[in-house]
T-cell receptor
């Protein structure tokens, strides 16, 4: 079955630690996205990538970093510079070329700072 | 700049009664519009999308939405609510100016009363 996987499902971070969230897709999609979800705020775009080895900052990129070395993988690192990282993180992908293409979402990772 | 406004943060309906979730958009171009559903601690699932082929769009689980350009609206409806419809719903517009970004509404939480 084609889809998007995110791991881990739950992640706990101590103050000052960097953590990396995994996102893998086997849909052969060109574009991938990372969103942060907080209660009552909808989804906010952190980073997105339209092709391998290229990515752009979204609306809330500070304290986060990404890489896109392979088409199917788009890991997100939450650095110690992110002051309030506790949130639900969602990865998504879409095939490029048309704004009519819907996004496909992974099941999410819930990050909690201890 | 494109934007989307979900007019109600919470909606409560009784089981078996109609559902109406309201969404207004702002777009300089011909918009691409989507409705997604999210159950607690899960990823988002596409309900339906508007691709300019027809103004009345039918989706999964009995949901449909009507695109009204004159009112800049894309409201989601269902004739009869089921307990399993209780979830959060997001209206989304895609940025068709070439960035392949998606703009999310803040969400509407639907509660279905027995």
């Amino acid at each position: 079955d084609g889809g998007i996987t995110q791991s881990p499902k739950y992640l706990f971070r101590k103050e000052g630690q960097n953590v990396t969230l995994s996102c893998e897709q086997n849909l052969n999609h060109d574009a991938m996205y990372w969103y942060r979800q907080d209660p009552g705020q909808g989804l906010r775009l952190i980073y997105y990538s339209q092709i391998v080895n290229d990515f752009q900052k979204g609306d809330i990129a500070e304290g986060y970093s990404v890489s896109r070395e392979k088409k199917e993988s788009f890991p997100l690192t939450v650095t110690s510079a992110q002051k309030n990282p506790t949130a639900f993180y969602l990865c998504a992908s879409t095939s490029s070329g048309s704004p009519y293409n819907e996004q496909f979402f992974g099941p999410g990772t819930r990050l909690t700072v201890l | 700049a494109q934007s989307v406004t979900q007019l109600d943060s919470h909606v409560s309906v009784s089981e078996g009664t109609p559902v109406l979730l309201r969404c207004n958009y702002s777009s300089s171009y011909s918009p691409s519009l989507f409705w997604y559903v999210q159950h607690p601690n899960k990823g988002l699932q596409l309900l339906l999308k508007y691709t300019s082929a027809a103004t009345l769009v039918k989706g999964i689980n009995g949901f449909e939405a009507e695109f009204k350009k004159s009112e800049t609206s894309f409201h989601l409806t269902k004739p009869s609510a089921h307990m399993s419809d209780a979830a959060e719903y997001f209206c989304v517009v895609s940025d068709d100016s070439g960035t392949y970004k998606y703009i999310f509404g803040t969400g509407t939480r639907l509660k279905v009363l027995a």
